[in-house]
C-alpha cells in the first residue's frame, strides 16, 4: 500500500489529473480485492465508482 501511495503521490504532483482504476474482481476473493481498492481510494483521497457487468442479469 506505501509503495502505490508514493508512487500516486508522484504523479499527483506532477499531473493536473491522475485517473485511477483498480482490481477487476477476478482474481480468488472479490471481496478482497474490492476491500483493497477502497482502502486505496481511501487513502488517496478518490471518489469510487464500482462498475460491474449489468447483461443480462436481473436486478
Not at 24 to 38: K, R
Request: aromatic residues 10%.
Amino acid at each position: 500500500m506505501q509503495l502505490i501511495l508514493n508512487k500516486y503521490m508522484l504523479l499527483d504532483q506532477k499531473c493536473d489529473i491522475v485517473l485511477c482504476a483498480g482490481a477487476d474482481y477476478d482474481g480468488l476473493v472479490p471481496s478482497l480485492e474490492f476491500d483493497f481498492n477502497a482502502d486505496v481510494a481511501n487513502n488517496f483521497g478518490c471518489t469510487s465508482a464500482v462498475v460491474v457487468k449489468g447483461f443480462e442479469r436481473s436486478l
